[in-house]
Structures are given as structure tokens and as C-alpha cells.
């Protein structure tokens, strides 16, 4: 395989680094390599050999055929097209660390959220009630309200055609604070 075509999976490693809260010196002593080549692989500056991606993907704790596959989806493509009628559309699809959704129509207000990642409500068109952590909140378009992780909510459409759109970190992601940074 030439060097153009080895696939890049710096993205994938460095996340999944994360995701263990592993420290590069730390993925070092596990897999022999050392730590300025960890972070040339992580910042695509170096492409490894099978020989030493298996080793990267034994001291994750993981295959290389996982890896290769978050790569994938780390470089993923994808347009979702506007479509017709009501309810629920997924603005991205498939497992990412992004989720995006588009709700339109009227939700049941008795639901209530809790979700572990932070989220983003912002309503496109129309309006809705929120109620997060027992205070009330009227959203019209253009308006935004922000959750951090594990705030419980709940919402509801006002106005017919209100379309909400609702962005977070994906609930298959860990999402943590790193305070060395």
C-alpha cells in the first residue's frame, strides 16, 4: 500500500486516547513507541505501519479495524436533505460525537429530557416552551437555550409549524473536561 492510499487515523487515536484518559506518555509505555511519534500519528503528520498501528490499537485497548472505521467516520461527508412532514429528522446520521436533530410539530409536553452530554435548542421557526430545571422559558425564532449535561427538561411547541433544532454531543461520547488544557 502506498503511503498516499495508508489510511490517516490520527483523529480516531487521539480520541479514543481521550475517551480512555490516557496521556501519550502513557499510550507510549504501553505500546513501545515513542511519544514524539504518538503525537506526529494523532496530528497526521506521521502514518504508521501496520506493525506499529496494532500495537497503538492493543494499547487502547481496541482493534485497528475500529480505529480505521472511526477514521472513516471522522472524515465523513454527508448532506441530508430537506424533507416533508412532521416529526423527528436526523441533520446527521450514523454514530458521531455530534448528534443533530430537527423536531417539528408539537411534542408531547409531559416527556421529560435528561441527557449526560450538553445540548443546544434553537428554534428555526414558530416557538416553544421550555421548562429546565423547574424555571419556565419561552423561545421564539432565532432564540437559543443551552443545557449543560444533565439538566432535566422538558418542551413543547406553541406555535404550529415550529421547527426546533437541537444540537449535542452524542450520547455514545464521554464528554469530559480536560483542565490541563
Known amino acids: 500500500m502506498d503511503d498516499k492510499d495508508t489510511p490517516r487515523v490520527g ?3 487521539r480520541r479514543r486516547r481521550r475517551t480512555l484518559g490516557l496521556t501519550l506518555a502513557a ?25 506499529s498501528l496494532d500495537r497503538v490499537a492493543e494499547a487502547l485497548e481496541t482493534t485497528t479495524k475500529k480505529l ?9 461527508v454527508d ?8 416529526g423527528v429528522r436526523r441533520l446527521v446520521r450514523g454514530r458521531h460525537q455530534l448528534s443533530a436533530l430537527e ?13 449526560r452530554n450538553d445540548e443546544l435548542m434553537y428554534v428555526v421557526e414558530g416557538a416553544v416552551d421550555i421548562e429546565a430545571e423547574g424555571r419556565a422559558h419561552r423561545l421564539e425564532r432565532g432564540d437559543s437555550l443551552f443545557l449543560s449535561g444533565g439538566v432535566r427538561h422538558r418542551w413543547r411547541a406553541t406555535v404550529p409549524g415550529t421547527r426546533l433544532l437541537v444540537v449535542s454531543v452524542a450520547e455514545h461520547i464521554d464528554a469530559t473536561f480536560d ?3
Open 179 to 181: 483542565s490541563r488544557r
Open 11 to 13: 483523529a480516531a487515536v
Open 68 to 76: 480505521h472505521a472511526a477514521a472513516d467516520s471522522a472524515r465523513a
Open 27 to 51: 499510550v507510549a509505555e504501553r505500546s513501545g513507541l515513542s511519544v514524539p511519534f504518538l503525537s506526529q500519528i494523532e496530528n497526521e503528520r506521521a502514518r504508521p505501519s501496520a506493525r
Open 79 to 86: 448532506v441530508v436533505r430537506a424533507g416533508d412532514g412532521e
Open 103 to 115: 423536531f417539528s410539530g408539537e411534542p408531547d409536553l409531559g416527556r421529560e429530557f435528561q441527557h
